[in-house]
């Protein structure tokens, strides 16, 4: 298994652009989110995905899009970049919302925005 | 909302020496994850915690889970240079539309831990 895959790794944007980060698991998991991590703010979740076309809202939403159109897939939206989004993006996964499944964890994605 | 305080912040030891790093929630406690995170690197899972009382090791990591204090604590014993990183822990929190003791991960703002060689 190839885990929680995450692309690009790097991704330099100027203000206004729009951009999708891709997050995939080959896990057959359920449950899948979107974290980003600043210094000091540690990780926040954006949005989550209890199930294929079942998507909501997390903590810090704003300036953000997702859709969960298969299991596998858990594209994040930017639809216009501002340098308030420079930040880390990590996607998790887990079997499911229970205390006991693990959550794994892609490499993340450096967005810097100019 | 659930919130997790870890202390310290920040932490320099000596090669060698023991380590305690704590992870407080303000709520109830369902399950609780040890993560450690090289810079520039993503999350490595280390433990994870379910029941009051629990304690597990890892190699040199021990952490354990007080349920009554909602706190758990990570030790490492005499710490080497590859124990360096930011540890986080987590916990899940409640889903704003799906309630009850499942949920989302919660996590602390980490401790960055450097090891003296």
């Known amino acids: 298994n190839a885990g929680v895959t995450q692309t690009p790794k790097f991704q330099v944007l100027k203000t206004g652009q729009s951009m999708t980060l891709q997050c995939a698991q080959d896990m057959n998991h359920e449950y899948m989110s979107w974290y980003r991590q600043d210094p000091g703010m540690g990780l926040r979740l954006i949005h989550y995905s209890v199930g294929a076309g079942i998507t909501d809202q997390g903590e810090v939403p704003n300036g953000y899009n997702v859709s969960r159109s298969t299991t596998e897939d858990f594209p994040l939206r930017l639809l216009s970049a501002a340098p308030s989004q420079t930040s880390v993006y990590f996607c998790?996964?887990?079997?499911?919302?229970?205390?006991?499944?693990?959550?794994?964890f892609g490499p993340g994605t450096r967005l810097t925005v100019l | 909302s659930q919130e997790l305080e870890q202390s310290p912040q920040s932490l320099i030891v000596q090669e060698g020496k023991n380590l305690t790093i704590n992870c407080t929630s303000s709520?109830?406690?369902?399950?609780l994850y040890w993560y450690k995170q090289k810079y520039g690197e993503g999350l490595i899972f280390l433990m994870m915690?379910?029941?009051?009382?629990e304690e597990k090791s890892h190699e040199k990591i021990t952490a354990k889970l007080d349920e009554k204090k909602q706190q758990s604590s990570l030790h490492i014993t005499a710490s080497q240079p590859s124990h360096a990183g930011i540890y986080l822990c987590g916990a899940r929190g409640l889903l704003m539309n799906y309630g009850g003791s499942q949920g989302n991960l919660i996590f602390g703002k980490g401790t960055k831990l450097s090891v003296k060689p």
């Open positions: 915690l379910q029941k009051g009382g």
């Open positions: 998790a996964s887990s079997k499911g919302l229970a205390s006991y499944n693990e959550q794994f």
């Open positions: 709520k109830t406690l369902y399950g």
